[in-house]
């Protein structure tokens, strides 16, 4: 078995895991309100586990992220891995990552992954903070809320800036800014999108996500004026906490994106590991 991540903060600091279901609300509304023709060609579901937490399921994935269980709150059992596992079958689902925090973790999770061939590939750490964050200079690019004109400019520079294919997968996040379920915020230079990132306000906190600049704008601090804009926009709201979550960097390695958050005032609660299945049964899968 690999090594279970790390909790850094003890208990949950943000309430009753409130930051695993902060994330999960956005991560079900763009998958579950997939609009046409991304949802039928990229073949989007999502479902309400029956024990807490959610799972989506995109059987066309161009990048193999968009399939996960998480959110949950409640510590994991058997019973919930046959649920998720069952979904993803009958979805036609290749592989999946199921994300839990690490307290929720039972005794017997090492025969649970035994039993289904869980394995970890990766780890994301999350954070939390206050929405105090100071507002920081940019030199030549102009930081704003994204207006319903600039929408799928926006979604298209945000994938874009994750190396992801934006055809179908930008309307996810466009779809759900025109719902208003997340607030689209932007980086210009001149009258270019080069960033993009977004603020989901749920439960009382406020989630950062999306957070993205094309290559050739990065270092010239448009994440950082990404996360003071929407600390803004959190407290307009009422909202005193932030919360987000990144990928882990491994010995001697760095990730600017936490580098960013960590700098802006955020610290880590604890480690999460991405645990991945993969479906073995040849009679589930499409194609």
């Not at 991304?38 to 989007?44: D, F, G």
């Not at 309307?171 to 009258?191: C, H, I, K, T, Y």
């Not at 906190?205 to 993205?212: E, N, P, Q, S, Y």
Request: contains cysteine; negative net charge.
């Amino acid at each position: 078995m690999p090594t279970l991540p790390t909790d850094h903060g003890g208990a949950d600091t943000v309430g009753s895991f409130a930051a695993e279901r902060a994330e999960a609300a956005w991560f079900f509304d763009w998958i579950s309100g997939a609009p046409e023709p991304a949802r039928i060609v990229l073949e989007t579901d999502a479902v309400q586990l029956a024990a807490g937490g959610i799972a989506t399921s995109m059987a066309s994935d161009p990048v193999d992220y968009w399939s996960k269980a998480l959110g949950f709150d409640r510590p994991m059992d058997r019973e919930t891995i046959v649920e998720i596992v069952d979904f993803y079958r009958s979805r036609g689902t290749l592989t999946a990552t199921i994300q839990i925090a690490p307290a929720l973790l039972p005794a017997d999770w090492d025969v649970i992954c035994g039993e289904f061939g869980l394995t970890t590939t990766s780890s994301w750490i999350k954070l939390s903070g206050s929405s105090d964050v100071p507002v920081q200079p940019l030199h030549g690019l102009r930081v704003d809320a994204v207006g319903g004109e600039d929408l799928e400019e926006w979604g298209a520079t945000v994938f874009r800036g994750f190396g992801m294919p934006p055809v179908h997968l930008a309307q996810l996040a466009v779809a759900s800014a025109r719902r208003g379920v997340v607030q689209p915020f932007g980086v210009w230079s001149g009258n270019s999108l080069v960033a993009g990132a977004a603020l989901a306000v749920n439960e009382g906190i406020g989630a950062l996500l999306g957070a993205a600049t094309l290559p050739e704008y990065r270092g010239r601090g448009a994440q950082q004026a990404l996360i003071a804009i929407r600390a803004q926009a959190a407290q307009r709201a009422g909202i005193d906490t932030l919360t987000a979550e990144t990928w882990l960097p491994g010995p001697g390695g760095a990730n600017p994106s936490l580098n960013n958050l960590l700098r802006a005032g955020l610290t880590p609660l604890y480690d999460r590991a991405n645990w991945s299945w993969k479906n073995s049964d040849p009679s589930t899968i499409r194609g």
